[in-house]
């Protein structure tokens, strides 16, 4: 049963929606303020955090940068409908996805078992061979990276965007392909999720010795990541 925590400070909408997913099969805390929200995600227990951006005190922004100081545990946002500063913000600081209040309990359940299918490694032992593509080497079944010979950190949503751009290396592919089989849903007007994953992409890993970036954007189509 995965293990969730629940950060929002409204205690009526945690407890409905905690009740909701422990009956969905997840295994659901709740606390109600960012600062009891980080201590519990970092004592490493929980297989995904929900995390409400809008709380007074510490604010789901900074709690989500302190979580992502130590750890990569995945994070999914709930922010205002509409507000794209926040939720381009969480997806900047390493959220993997975000659902916009109000939210039905059903669309949640739904997003994170997308986000935990993503997250969990595979059980594949000595058969999980690396996927190479120039300079990157990925092992999906242990949701490893490797760029240049040393370890990329990155979120569970960022290796499977990655894993997908990867696979297809040399080829364009387009956002709704890219936010179906890296984020688990189809992709939605105006949604910039994958956008802001590639730019966080880019910067880790730096540009060609041509000064062009590894993952480029073909205007109108998608992205490409470029081989050698």
Same mark, same amino acid.
């Given at each position: 049963?995965?293990? /969730? ?6 205690? &009526? *909408? %945690?407890?409905? $929606? #905690?009740?909701? =997913?422990? @009956? ?74 975000? /659902? ?6 059903? &669309? *949640? %359940?739904?997003? $994170? #078992?997308?986000? =935990?299918? @993503? ?88 540009? #060609? ?20």
């Amino acid at each position: 049963m995965p293990k /969730v925590l629940l950060v929002d400070d409204d205690v &009526e *909408l %945690a407890d409905l $929606l #905690r009740e909701y =997913l422990q @009956r969905e099969g997840f295994d659901t805390d709740a606390v109600h303020d960012g600062a009891s929200g980080v201590a519990r995600a970092l004592d490493g227990g929980y297989d995904i955090v929900v995390l409400d951006v809008m709380m007074p005190g510490l604010d789901g922004v900074e709690a989500l940068r302190r979580i992502r100081l130590a750890s990569r545990v995945p994070v999914l946002m709930l922010t205002a409908r509409g507000d794209d500063v926040d939720r381009i913000v969480g997806l900047e600081l390493g959220a993997d996805d975000y /659902v916009p209040k109000p939210c039905t309990p059903r &669309e *949640l %359940a739904a997003r $994170l #078992r997308a986000i =935990l299918r @993503r997250a969990r490694p595979a059980d594949t032992g000595a058969a999980d061979e690396p996927l190479a593509a120039g300079p990157l080497s990925l092992w999906p079944g242990k949701r490893l990276a490797r760029w240049r010979g040393e370890t990329l950190s990155l979120t569970s949503t960022e290796f499977s965007l990655l894993e997908v751009l990867a696979r297809q290396a040399g080829r364009v592919v387009g956002k709704a392909e890219l936010s179906e089989q890296a984020l688990g849903r189809p992709l939605a007007r105006f949604d910039r999720s994958i956008d802001v994953h590639v730019s966080s992409l880019r910067q880790k890993l730096g540009q #060609r010795g041509d000064g062009r970036s590894w993952i480029e954007t073909v205007r109108g189509r998608g992205y490409q990541f470029l081989l050698d």
